[in-house]
């Protein structure tokens, strides 16, 4: 959806550098989702950011949420070949929502070379 | 539990078959939602519920119908397939967090649809 813009589309790192993977929105984010998929898979949970500012971690990756609550952005530190995939991130952009309508931007494919 | 179940995994269809793919949840979950996943066009959402009988339209809904008759099944609903309509379809379900705020959205596996 062009209202949740990410970038890059894709992404080629060699094994052990750092990544950034970015999220954008003109509108307010009332919660923002970070989604990892195989390719021909599901999609898997990663992490949930609701105030602005926020900021979460897990094993390896790190994600924020900028004090506007427009702008997310995906860290991953010394990156490994489990890390390839698709991550995709989605937004509730409608408060009353609650997280049953998402919308979601394009995907960015990583691949991590040995 | 086994979260968000889908079937079938994968199915083929003629133009003008119909046809039903199931989601089921055992969370408890107020909320359902049905998504497909197209190339270059990312997650789009078709329908979603808020609870048992109470169903709304998202992005994309032409050529589906939902139906949410208890909180754990959220069926949806191909009348008369079109090539168009050719995708990954992915249910997922959540719930209200106690501070009124988004709840993590879970997703089934996904089911692969074509339509010759």
């Known amino acids: 959806s062009q209202e949740l813009e990410q970038s890059p589309q894709s992404l080629i790192v060699q094994e052990g550098k750092n990544l950034t993977i970015n999220c954008t929105s003109s509108?307010?984010?009332?919660?923002l989702y970070w989604y990892k998929q195989k390719y021909g898979e599901g999609l898997i949970f990663l992490m949930m950011l609701q105030k602005g500012g926020e900021e979460k971690s897990h094993e390896k990756i790190t994600a924020k949420l900028d004090e506007k609550k427009q702008q997310s952005s995906l860290h991953i530190t010394a990156s490994q070949p489990s890390h390839a995939g698709i991550y995709l991130c989605?937004?509730?952009?409608?408060?009353?929502?609650?997280?049953?309508?998402?919308?979601f931007g394009e995907g960015t494919q990583l691949t991590v070379n040995p | 539990n086994a979260g968000v179940t889908q079937t079938p995994k994968f199915q083929v269809l003629k133009t003008g078959q119909s046809m039903t793919l199931q989601c089921a949840q055992d969370?408890?979950?107020?909320?359902m939602s049905w998504y497909r996943q197209d190339p270059g066009m990312g997650l789009r959402l078709i329908h979603y519920s808020v609870g048992a009988g109470i169903t709304d339209q998202g992005e994309v809904p032409n050529g589906y119908n939902v139906s949410r008759s208890t909180t754990e099944d959220f069926p949806l609903r191909l009348l008369s397939a079109a090539p168009s309509q050719t995708s990954v379809y992915f249910c997922a379900s959540s719930y209200r967090s106690t501070s009124g705020g988004p709840g993590t959205q879970y997703f089934g596996p996904g089911t692969r649809l074509t339509v010759l």
């Open positions: 509108k307010t984010l009332y919660g």
């Open positions: 989605g937004a509730d952009m409608i408060k009353e929502t609650s997280g049953s309508r998402l919308t």
């Open positions: 969370m408890n979950h107020e909320y």
